[in-house]
C-alpha cells in the first residue's frame, strides 16, 4: 500500500495508506484500534485485497495522535471520540463515491458514527470487536466520567504506565513479543505495528502515540454510541470473539434487537484482537457480508 498525506479543513495533516484499484467501486475506509495505527493491519489489508483479486480500492486512516499524522494531540484537551469522528468524517469527504466503513475496537465506533451521520456516502459497515456495552453499562461510565472517578480506569492506566522509547526497534520487538495486548499476536503482525507507531530520535525510536494519548483515549470514550446506532438503517455486520471482549453481553441484547439489519457472528475462540488472530476468517465474513447484502 501506498502511504500518502491528507490535510484537513484546518491545516492539519494526516498519514494514511492506500491501494486503488481502477476496477471496482469498491471503497473500503478503515479506522484502527486506540494506541494502534494503520499499518498494523497490514496483513489484514493484504488478505482482503487477496481476495477481492485487488478488484477494491482501500484507505486506512492514522488517526489523531497515532501513527504518522501529525494533526494536534494535547491529552489535557481530549474529552471525547468527537475529534476522530470529525477527522474520518472529513478524510470521508476526500474519497469519491460511496464507502464501506469499517474498523477495529475504537475504530469501528468511528465508522459506525460516521456511518449513521452519512447515508449518503456509507453504504455498508463492518465492525470488528466495538467498544460497545449496553445503555445502562454506558450510563454509568458517563457519570463515573462526569465525576472524573473513571482517571482509575485500569486499561488506561496500563497504557498511561507504557514505556516510551526503546535503543531501536528490535528491542521494541523482543519487549513486546508474546506479552500484554501482543500475547496472541504473531511476530509479523508486531513488526507492521512498530513500524507504523514508533518514529525515530537522538536516542533510539520511541511512540509515536504518546501514553499519555493513549491514556487519554481510553479515558474519553463518550460511551454515547446508542444514539447514532438506532439511526443507522443499513445493513451492518458485526465480528466479535469471546475472550476480553468490549462487545458486552448486554451490549448484544438490546443491539439485535434495533432490527433486522443487524448481523453477528461470534468467535469461541477469539479474543479482542480477532483481526490478528482469524484474519482469513474476518477477511472472508468481510467478502460474504458484502456479496450477500
Known amino acids: 500500500m501506498e502511504r500518502k498525506t491528507f490535510t484537513n479543513s484546518s491545516g492539519e495533516n494526516f498519514s494514511?495508506?492506500?491501494?486503488?484499484?481502477?476496477?471496482?467501486?469498491i471503497n473500503l475506509v478503515f479506522f484502527h484500534a486506540t494506541g494502534f495505527n494503520a499499518k498494523t493491519y497490514q496483513i489484514l489489508f493484504e488478505k482482503i485485497m487477496q481476495n477481492f483479486g485487488n478488484e477494491i480500492s482501500l484507505y486506512a486512516l492514522d488517526?489523531?495522535?497515532?501513527?504518522?499524522?501529525?494533526?494536534k494531540a494535547d491529552p489535557n484537551e481530549l474529552k471525547s471520540w468527537q475529534a476522530f469522528v470529525d477527522d474520518g468524517n472529513e478524510f470521508l469527504n476526500s474519497i469519491e463515491g460511496s464507502v464501506v466503513c469499517s474498523g477495529h475496537s475504537m475504530g469501528s465506533i468511528i465508522?459506525?458514527?460516521?456511518?449513521?451521520?452519512?447515508?449518503?456516502?456509507?453504504?455498508?459497515?463492518?465492525?470488528?470487536?466495538?467498544?460497545?456495552?449496553g445503555p445502562l453499562e454506558s450510563l454509568k461510565f458517563r457519570l463515573m466520567s462526569f465525576i472524573k472517578y473513571n482517571r482509575g480506569l485500569s486499561i488506561a492506566d496500563g497504557a498511561a504506565k507504557r514505556r516510551r522509547e526503546f535503543p531501536a526497534i528490535e528491542d521494541a520487538l523482543t519487549s513486546y513479543t508474546g506479552r500484554g495486548a501482543f500475547t496472541t499476536w504473531g511476530k509479523e503482525w508486531?513488526?507492521?505495528y512498530l513500524e507504523g507507531g514508533m518514529l525515530e530520535t537522538s536516542s533510539g525510536v520511541e511512540l509515536s502515540c504518546s501514553p499519555e494519548w493513549e491514556a487519554a483515549t481510553f479515558r474519553s470514550s463518550s460511551m454515547d454510541t446508542w444514539r447514532?446506532?438506532?439511526k443507522i438503517k443499513i445493513d451492518v455486520m458485526v465480528v466479535y470473539g469471546k475472550f476480553g471482549s468490549t462487545f458486552s453481553a448486554q451490549a448484544r441484547r438490546v443491539l439485535f434487537r434495533l432490527g433486522h439489519n443487524w448481523h453477528s457472528k461470534y468467535y469461541e475462540k477469539a479474543s479482542h484482537f480477532l483481526p490478528m488472530e482469524f484474519s482469513d476468517s474476518v477477511v472472508e465474513?468481510?467478502?460474504?457480508?458484502l456479496k450477500r447484502i
Open 16 to 25: 494514511f495508506l492506500e491501494k486503488k484499484s481502477e476496477n471496482s467501486n
Open 190 to 192: 508486531i513488526e507492521d
Open 228 to 230: 447514532y446506532l438506532k
Open 111 to 133: 465508522a459506525a458514527k460516521i456511518a449513521s451521520m452519512r447515508p449518503d456516502k456509507v453504504s455498508h459497515l463492518y465492525m470488528i470487536e466495538p467498544v460497545l456495552y
Open 63 to 71: 488517526q489523531r495522535g497515532h501513527g504518522l499524522s501529525t494533526a
Open 285 to 289: 465474513d468481510l467478502q460474504s457480508y
